[in-house]
């Protein structure tokens, strides 16, 4: 059973649009929350991260929010560009045994 | 060069044979992983090891074997393969910067078909 429930599975946004993708976990022991970005025919490279005693981290048009009492965290991808296509992971870390699991992952498509 | 490769990148096997997927890192890192990645189930964890004399299980293990023949070699076995193993398999290297950093840095994949 998947430690970090992620959603949507995939999403059609249009150039210029924000994309939105959700992830919501269980295990109170976690105490880092990366975003993985893959590209099609390519390793997951990471995209931006956050830490539970911040609500919120801004990297460029990539934004993590971050609801501990929900524990709910979502990616925000400002003025989607179709450079921007691509499957993206949310993650958690345990904080004892420092493994990471992962979301189903979310395919984003940006159409021009 | 990559800084994390996998050999090989295809391989079409059949159900029972024997087959080892390699990684190795040019990184320094001592953190190295393996993950199967499938469709509507993410990446999943099979084994990892955090320096050379540990290894560990992961979420998936069964079916799996690993050698972590060096700090930069960390090598997949499966011992008699069958179909459900049929998957996309990273390897990943991190390097330990603390509680605030972990990122982990992912190999081409390799793409492994049992028939």
């Known amino acids: 059973q998947q430690q970090v429930k992620q959603s949507p599975q995939s999403l059609i946004v249009q150039k210029g649009g924000i994309s939105i993708i959700n992830c919501a976990y269980e295990?109170?022991?976690?105490?880092?929350f990366p975003w993985y970005q893959q590209f099609p025919g390519k390793g997951p490279a990471l995209l931006i991260a956050?830490?539970?005693?911040?609500s919120e981290k801004k990297e460029g048009r990539f934004t993590i929010s971050f609801n501990k009492s929900a524990k709910q965290f979502s990616l925000h991808i400002m003025d989607s560009q179709p450079g921007d296509s691509a499957t993206y992971f949310c993650?958690?870390?345990?904080?004892?045994?420092?493994?990471?699991?992962f979301g189903a992952g979310t395919t984003v498509t940006v159409r021009a | 060069d990559a800084d994390v490769t996998q050999t090989p990148r295809n391989r079409i096997t059949k159900t029972g044979k024997r087959i080892m997927l390699e990684c190795s890192q040019t990184?320094?890192?001592?953190?190295m992983y393996w993950y199967r990645q499938d469709p509507g189930l993410g990446l999943r964890l099979i084994y990892y090891?955090?320096?050379?004399?540990?290894?560990n299980k992961g979420e998936i293990s069964d079916g799996y074997s690993v050698s972590r023949q060096a700090q930069a070699k960390f090598s997949l076995s499966l011992e008699s393969a069958i179909p459900n193993q049929t998957a996309l398999y990273f390897c990943?290297?991190?390097?330990?910067?603390?509680?605030?950093?972990?990122?982990?840095?992912f190999g081409p994949g390799t793409r492994l078909t049992v028939l």
């Open positions: 990943a290297t991190s390097d330990w910067g603390g509680s605030s950093t972990d990122t982990q840095y």
């Open positions: 993650a958690a870390r345990g904080s004892n045994d420092y493994k990471l699991s």
């Open positions: 295990n109170t022991a976690f105490d880092y």
């Open positions: 090891s955090f320096d050379v004399k540990d290894i």
């Open positions: 990184k320094g890192h001592d953190r």
């Open positions: 956050i830490r539970p005693d911040v």
